[in-house]
């Protein structure tokens, strides 16, 4: 290409990129119009998404040291598995949360105002009463768990604090269940850059949270409560300003509760339910398998490594996640061809941001890790490498199911997970005994690979050309 042209061709480029970084939406009346308010939304939900997750991020990299000079191995390695096992519990929304981003899209796509206020109060009162249960349920079996024994915990101090640490944080989690709405909401509006400023400050009060309790010698039970009440407390003021000013019309109320709102947020939430589950076990279980293999001393090397390549998968998920709502808005508006060229736009550059990431923080591990948490908790190159691989795959995988969860598709995704659930497990617990913490992640990413990368690489071009072609509905929101 002629020098001239090549460097008239990138400042276009450059123009276009630019061009999105504005506050004033665009037009919305054509189809290039909301081609591009969908990219402007996508693009300042990255940055918002980007800053929140770097933040976070660097917290995580400071509390992590911080906390196993504070607490010791074996108190913080606790304080992993039980924030994992809470993890586990997300699926006791039912999926309702998912299903509501779903419909509040939808709803957007049609510019049906009437159905996003029902569904947000239906969702709003269902989840509350989820919520409720859990606490029930919860209370009725606190009594009777021994809770030192199910994590495995030696010294008398840890096994004294467990049962109260564990009570903090399961209440902390409660009480957020009903609260998840919000995010859910401005999500599925394409407004997640408004979510993600009050993450900051929910990672900015967790990090002094953390300091106020180091610095009065607090335990860990009311430690892990203020490190977690922080980003409740901030999603608390997001949702007030949301439901006070930004979009009072959606406040919720028990007169707009459906039933009929209710059932159809329960059909989608149920699938998403179980895809949930599926993904929850499959993923999330690695603490509690290497604890019980291997010991609770022995989940902070493996937590560390895997906290430092998530920052992979929370990179790509900054600009990923935006996409979820962006596609199944343009789908119900029947701008089927901007779905299928961001499709594969997303896949190309997952991949090479992805490897690009992995493979930077594969060189550089060794001394990162010398200095981040000290020479004991150096990983082993399998468990590094091993890893590296896995965020590539994850991501890729993540950029799929972006645009499964816009479409719908969710039955096809609930396929894949149980499929994953059946091998993964066992191929972790067999191939932890075999080889040692290298084995959980290499048993992940195996049969992720088996069971769920191929059938999507086959069953994607089938189901982009399968989109329909949908009349939109124009009337105002």
Same mark, same amino acid.
């Given at each position: 290409?002629?020098?001239? !042209? ?6 276009? +480029? ?60 074996? +108190? ?13 519990? /997300? ?71 467990? /049962? ?18 919000? @995010? +859910?909401?401005?999500?599925?509006? @394409? ?53 006070? +000013? ?11 509760? @459906? ?66 709502? *962006? ?83 969710? *039955? ?49 071009? !089938? ?15």
């Amino acid at each position: 290409m002629n020098p001239a !042209k090549a460097q008239e061709s990138i400042s276009h +480029r450059s123009a276009q990129l630019r061009m999105l970084f504005r506050w004033t939406p665009f037009d919305t009346s054509t189809e290039s119009g909301r081609s591009r308010e969908r990219y402007r939304r996508v693009a300042l939900t990255t940055v918002t998404s980007t800053t929140a997750r770097g933040l976070g991020t660097l917290a995580t990299f400071l509390t992590v040291p911080l906390g196993i000079g504070y607490l010791g191995k074996e +108190r913080y390695g606790l304080w992993m598995t039980m924030t994992s096992m809470v993890v586990m519990l /997300a699926f006791s929304d039912f999926g309702i949360g998912n299903g509501l981003l779903n419909a509040i899209s939808e709803a957007n796509g049609k510019r049906d105002r009437e159905s996003a206020r029902t569904f947000v109060s239906s969702a709003f009162f269902l989840l509350t009463g989820v919520a409720m249960l859990l606490a029930l349920a919860f209370a009725c079996s606190y009594p009777w768990i021994h809770w030192p024994a199910l994590f495995n915990v030696k010294t008398e101090l840890a096994r004294r604090e467990s /049962a109260p640490a564990m009570l903090a944080l399961v209440v902390c989690f409660i009480v957020n269940i009903p609260l998840g709405i919000v @995010q +859910r909401i401005q999500l599925g509006f @394409q407004e997640g850059f408004a979510n993600d400023l009050w993450q900051v400050a929910g990672s900015l009060l967790a990090l002094g949270a953390l300091l106020t309790g180091m610095h009065f010698r607090w335990g860990l039970p009311p430690l892990i409560l203020a490190v977690a009440a922080a980003p409740v407390a901030a999603t608390f003021l997001n949702g007030a300003r949301l439901f006070g +000013r930004t979009r009072r019309w959606l406040a919720p109320r028990l007169d707009r509760f @459906q039933w009929s709102a209710a059932r159809a947020l329960g059909r989608t939430g149920f699938l998403f339910f179980l895809i949930q589950i599926t993904n929850i076990v499959c993923f999330c279980s690695d603490n509690l398998i290497v604890a019980q293999m291997l010991g609770a001393a022995a989940v902070p090397q493996y937590s560390v490594v895997q906290r430092a390549f998530v920052l992979v998968a929370i990179v790509q998920s900054t600009w990923l996640a935006p996409l979820w709502p *962006a596609y199944s808005e343009a789908i119900h508006r029947g701008d089927t061809a901007w779905v299928r060229r961001t499709v594969l736009r997303s896949l190309v550059t997952a991949l090479a941001v992805g490897c690009g990431l992995s493979t930077l923080l594969v060189a550089i591990s060794r001394p990162l890790f010398r200095f981040w948490v000290g020479p004991d908790l150096v990983p082993s190159w399998p468990l590094t490498i091993g890893f590296g691989m896995w965020a590539v795959v994850q991501t890729v995988g993540a950029a799929v199911a972006m645009y499964l969860n816009g479409s719908n598709a969710l *039955a096809f995704e609930l396929s894949l997970g149980v499929c994953m659930l059946i091998v993964v497990t066992p191929l972790k617990i067999l191939l932890c005994r075999q080889i040692g913490m290298p084995g959980v992640i290499g048993g992940t990413l195996i049969a992720y690979l088996i069971t769920t990368a191929v059938p999507m690489a086959i069953m994607l071009p !089938k189901l982009l050309r399968r989109m329909p072609q949908n009349v939109p509905c124009h009337e105002p929101c």
